[in-house]
């Protein structure tokens, strides 16, 4: 067929408002269209846009679930991740200038070690100056933590202060010590202290979550303790997980149906007694894919660990463990609590159902909002009014 009888039969079918997605529903016929000569695709997508059709097409997206990556704690940093790491230089540079930001320039560094962070498998630079002590993102340089003992900043004669105090005080220091790269709104989600009264308080802890409209990202956060009436920093933890902002094209009830789709192939036997579903921002993990594939080990919990006295535990030395992507995006959060309870087993379970492509990117046992709840309920914790 000649490029002008294709593009003729193009806008008969136009005309009869029958989408041009009709010709590429199979990966066969997609291809067929993208072999079509560069004047014909330009016709298709100019018609498509003064038509005003809506095609099938456009609501296809990308599947992100892959398949977890296994890991060892002892594994170290290995030669090739070492090329991919900035330099010990590059590091130290980069922690002067943020020791000096936040008024600490007179700290000068003695030590910078590379190592391997086996809490999150991340490769990072640990670095030390006499009083403080500085993780940074191997790969990125950015601030992950700070630890200075309290015992640095001299005792004051009356640690105390009130609640409203101390809100007011974490957004000051928030201000001030909040890298660059993390601006935008923060919602102040938790503030607490380590005593059960205001007046005997010597550490203080404000939690600050990343803000968007209604959700807050609790992997963009930046948690705060400080020594009070001096304002000392005493530690300082750093999260930058970005938030994808994808689209919400899953309803609640497609994602309590994946979810509980799931949850008969992994549970079998167990009879679901009430679901529970609301969006959230959540980052992607292993977890249901652990509990579907090694379903016996992860419900006693003994996938790594093994058990040495009655209440004793230890990791098995054959350990393996599992990491995904870690991409942060926004989810249906659908509780599952069944209706019986078994021994060994949790009688909740949470799933993450992506809004966008369906795909089930994670997980925790428990309930999420009860989790919410108790943090947002716990009476050391000040919320924001």
Same mark, same amino acid.
């Given at each position: 067929?000649?490029?002008?009888e294709?593009v003729?039969?193009?806008?008969?079918?136009? *005309?009869?408002?029958?989408a041009?997605?009709?010709?590429?529903?199979e990966?066969?016929?997609? @291809?067929?269209?993208y072999?079509l000569?560069k004047?014909?695709?330009?016709?298709?997508?100019t018609?498509?846009?003064?038509?005003?059709?809506?095609?099938?097409t456009?609501?296809?997206?990308?599947?992100?679930?892959?398949?977890p @990556?296994?890991?060892?704690?002892?594994?170290g940093v290995?030669?090739e991740e070492?090329?991919k790491?900035i330099?010990?230089? $590059?590091?130290q *540079?980069?922690?002067?200038a943020y020791?000096?930001?936040?008024?600490?320039?007179?700290?000068q560094?003695i /030590?910078?070690?590379?190592?391997k962070?086996?809490?999150l498998n991340?490769n990072?630079w640990?670095?030390?100056?006499?009083?403080v002590?500085?993780k940074i993102?191997?790969i990125t340089?950015?601030?992950k933590y700070?630890?200075?003992?309290s015992?640095?900043?001299?005792?004051?004669? %009356?640690y105390?202060?009130t /609640?409203? #105090?101390?809100?007011?005080?974490a @957004?000051?220091?928030? #201000?001030?010590? *909040?890298?660059n790269?993390m601006?935008?709104e923060?919602?102040?989600v938790s503030?607490? *202290?380590?005593?059960?009264?205001?007046k005997n308080?010597?550490?203080w802890?404000?939690?600050?979550y990343?803000?968007?409209d209604?959700?807050?990202n609790e992997n963009?956060h930046i948690n705060?303790?400080?020594?009070?009436?001096?304002?000392?920093?005493?530690?300082?933890d750093?999260q930058?997980?970005?938030? #994808?902002?994808? $689209?919400?094209?899953?309803t609640?009830?497609e994602?309590?149906k994946i979810?509980?789709?799931?949850?008969s192939?992994?549970?079998?036997?167990?009879?679901?007694?009430?679901?529970?579903?609301?969006?959230?921002i959540k980052?992607m993990?292993e977890?249901?894919?652990l509990r579907?594939n090694?379903t016996e080990e992860?419900?006693?919990g003994t996938?790594n660990?093994?058990k040495?006295?009655? %209440?004793g535990?230890q990791?098995?030395?054959?350990?393996?463990?599992?990491?995904?992507?870690?991409?942060?995006r926004?989810?249906?959060?659908?509780v599952i609590e069944? $209706? @019986?309870?078994e021994k060994?087993?949790?009688?909740?379970?949470?799933?993450?159902i992506?809004t966008t492509?369906?795909?089930?990117?994670?997980?925790t046992?428990?309930?999420?909002?009860r989790?919410?709840n108790?943090?947002?309920?716990?009476?050391?914790n000040?919320i924001?009014?």
């Open positions: 067929m000649k490029d002008n294709i003729d039969k193009i806008i008969l079918k136009t *005309r009869e408002k029958i041009v997605s009709e010709f590429i529903k990966d066969i016929e997609v @291809k067929k269209v072999k000569p004047i014909v695709a330009t016709i298709i997508a018609i498509g846009i003064m038509s005003g059709l809506v095609y099938a456009a609501n296809i997206y990308e599947k992100i679930w892959k398949e @990556k296994e890991y060892r704690l002892d594994q290995t030669e070492k090329q790491c330099k010990k230089e $590059e590091a *540079r980069i922690v002067e020791l000096e930001k936040i008024g600490f320039n007179e700290q560094i /030590r910078a070690d590379l190592e962070d086996t809490i991340d990072v640990l670095i030390n100056t006499k009083s002590s500085i993102d191997a340089g950015k601030i700070i630890y200075i003992p015992t640095e900043y001299k005792k004051p004669e %009356n105390g202060i /609640r409203e #105090e101390a809100r007011i005080k @957004k000051e220091l928030l #201000e001030k010590y *909040r890298p790269e601006s935008g923060y919602e102040l503030l607490k *202290r380590n005593s059960e009264y205001d308080a010597y550490i802890y404000a939690d600050f990343k803000k968007y209604n959700l807050v963009e705060i303790g400080w020594v009070p009436t001096v304002d000392g920093l005493y530690s300082l750093i930058n997980d970005k938030y #994808e902002n994808n $689209e919400e094209k899953i609640k009830e994602a309590i979810a509980t789709e799931k949850d192939l992994i549970t079998k036997n167990r009879k679901i007694k009430t679901t529970n579903a609301q969006i959230r980052k993990n977890q249901v894919y579907e090694f992860y419900e006693k996938l660990y093994e040495t006295s009655e %209440n535990w990791m098995k030395k054959d350990a393996i463990f599992y990491e995904t992507e870690g991409r942060v926004k989810v249906w959060v659908v069944y $209706e @019986k309870q060994g087993k949790s009688p909740l379970f949470t799933y993450y992506d492509t369906g795909e089930i990117i994670g997980g046992t428990g309930d999420t909002f989790t919410e108790t943090i947002r309920n716990d009476p050391h000040v924001e009014k």
